[in-house]
């Protein structure tokens, strides 16, 4: 691996990931606020998603952050939505949003919110301010107020209009609430300092004309209020004692600080963390909508998008979200975590819970000669050798069976164990087997169809003669089992850090061709018919997988892989390492 900084929560050399013991920056924060009296020893949080689209793994960190924090110091906690922009939002994601959270395990109870409530309180802020000659109306275009803004090394220029009196300002706000004027001729700006070194503190735009419905208050209102302005009141208004957001909000602090000020309002600490960024993956919520507005995915829960309902949908339980989440922290400063870690928090909690069956991708027909043609055993499998009180199922042994494809070479290299012209293997849960004929297509050489003889005296174990094997496959019989389609997920991106877009490219050009392989000619054993959409199993040597909660159906099984066997977190820790 290239890259050689620390990534965030990253564990010492030589061990696996585990939860951090430390109390992080934000808690030890905390800590001083309860031992000083600060907010009279309450602790209470909030998570203010805009919804204008479904949340995606960052925004897991987010809430997992805001939530516990809240959780482990008895407090409390709300979800707000940060809905003032009507030509972005529905109803759809409202309720997206509060079916991913409370599939991760968080209940806010009966403190859910709108920033959208506070309407009128807002417009009542925004008039205060006017009142105290610290708003003003302007009528330059949004591009004007870009230019008059001015830049980081160039200071901004006063509005020609932020002299206006109190009486006019009022008036004109007052005529923009009534819907005189059209869509972005006029906004109302905070008063603060435009030769402000930080460009937010340059008269910001607190209000704009907008002539959209809203999905809650429908026609009522034809002004909105921006965020910065909307998002600290409604701190102040519920009463929130720790506003916690990411890093790109470090520089809207003073501007979060002047309203409430100014207004003589209850003041919240904003506190900024480091926000998710996820290798070969992206967690922009603008960029998710354009890979499904323009087709690149099937959708918001397709299973390669980092969305908690593509998540959910591919098969990762909420519990390894959260225990990747935990495992990662809070930290100051942006990094990079590697897929891997989030792989590894999912297959560490699915080899404890996932039942073990057996399935095969692309089968390989083998006739076993000596077993009677009638003949059909039931044999006992172990469900979960991790948690012995799953006990065991019955799966049917016939003589003619299905094996991978992979698990048979005709002219085997060096440390090929598996089965070979000659050789003897075990079949899982049955008997020993020898391979004795390959049976060819005529026109294309490939191999259809294997002869093989069994041993009875092998059944379930080893053989009463003391003979070993070197390798176990795993089958189906080819009568019992049913057909299946199974879709093989890698990363969405080839890129490490897509977003890093080098010259002449686009981010389009790092979508991973590979990021989906279906394969249906899979055959699973008999008794995942009768398993619910959803459900996480292992197929014995493949992975763990999902039956898909969208496509299947009776008679139609559609199984998507969660993650592979293989731990590539060790893989990781030991190139860092140079081993």
Known sequence: MNDSRKR??????????????????????????????????????????????????????????????????????????DDTNPCKESQEFVQAIERDIRWMGFDWEDRCYFASDYFEKLHAYAIQLIGMGKAYVCDLSQDEIREYRGTLTRPGRNSPYRDRSVDENLAIFERMRAGEFPDGSRTLRAKIDMASSNINMRDPVIYRVLHAEHHRTGNRWCIYPMYDFTHCLSDSIEGITHSLCSLEFEDNRPLYDWFLDQLGVHSPQQIEFARLNLSHTVLSKRILRRMVEEGYVSGWDDPRMPTLIGMRRRGYPHEAIRSFCDRIGVAKADSIVDFALLEFCVREHLNKSAPRVMAVLRPLRVVIENYPEDRVEDLDAINNPEDASTGTRKVPFSRVLYIERDDFMEDPPKKFYRLTPGREVRLRYAYFVKCVDVVKDEKTGEVVELRCTYDPATRGGDSPDGRKVKATLHWVSAEHSLPAEVRLYDTLFTKRNPLAVDDGKELTDYLNPDSVNVIETCRVEPGLGKVDPGARLQFERLGYFCLDSVDSGPGHLVFNRTVMLRDTWAKIKRTAKGT
Request: net charge negative; aromatic share 12%.
């Open 8 to 81: 965030e929560g990253e564990p010492a050399d030589g061990e696996r990931p585990a939860a951090s013991e430390s109390k992080d920056f934000i808690r030890q924060m905390v800590d001083e606020d309860l031992r000083t009296g600060k907010y009279g020893g309450r602790v209470h949080t909030r998570f203010p998603p805009e919804p204008s689209g479904y949340l995606h793994i960052g925004h897991a960190k987010a809430f997992c952050i805001d939530f516990g924090i809240a959780e482990d110091y008895g407090g409390l906690y709300n979800l707000r939505f």
